[in-house]
């Protein structure tokens, strides 16, 4: 499949690129993504893999009393979300556009906009969040459910996907990993 498609985050013009390409990988991990997971049917208004992001960025953000269950159900979504070949490049590439289109929306007002539709906030609070949901997803979720291995692919993509939101987004990202380890660690 091509980058173009790759790059590409409206979900509408993905699948007209589908029909007329032969890579049967792209095709499933598309459907697996835009799916009803209950029914099984396509479905462009619901996007698991975005879901899966932002439910590691809720897990985080709780800390939830029964960890192990939620580590296991993290893993039987991660599993149900990889398809037949499992974590391979064409995964990888799939939740990195899946967090690149994440990201695009979380930029745009803030907060308050992406979740209740409302409000707009300061460039500097919106950089800050994204690099703090950024550091949730590639950082926190897998520390705190304790499957760093596990979602290390997960990991990796939202990591190369949040360093194209600018230039000083990996180095922001950098700095606030080595702030919170630092924190972490009583220095």
């Given amino acids: 499949m091509t980058d173009y498609f790759y790059r590409e985050t ?3 013009k993905r699948r007209q690129m589908l029909e007329e390409d032969t890579d049967e990988r792209a095709k499933e991990l598309f459907g697996i993504r835009f ?4 029914t099984g049917e396509a479905d462009l208004g619901k996007d698991r893999y975005i879901w899966f992001l932002m439910c590691l960025d809720i897990i985080v953000r709780q800390k939830p009393f029964f ?3 939620e580590a296991k159900k993290t893993v039987t979504n991660l599993t149900a979300l990889m398809g037949s070949a499992g974590a391979d490049e064409a995964f ?12 695009s929306t979380s930029g745009k007002n803030g907060e308050g906009h ?15 969040d994204q690099c703090m949901d950024a550091w949730r997803l590639v950082y926190g979720a897998p520390q705190v459910l304790g499957l ?14 949040y360093y194209t ?10 700095r606030l990993r080595a702030k919170l380890s630092g924190e972490r660690k009583g220095k």
């Fill in 10 to 12: 409206d979900p509408e």
């Fill in 35 to 38: 799916s009803n997971e209950k």
């Fill in 67 to 69: 960890i192990k269950r």
């Fill in 92 to 103: 990888f590439k799939e939740m990195k556009n899946a967090a690149i289109r994440l990201f």
């Fill in 114 to 128: 992406r979740l209740l539709g409302v409000g707009t906030v300061e460039d500097g609070v919106k950089i800050a």
């Fill in 148 to 161: 760093k291995e596990e979602l290390s692919v997960v990991s990796e993509a939202v990591k190369e996907a």
């Fill in 165 to 174: 939101v600018d230039e000083q987004a990996a180095d922001r990202l950098e």
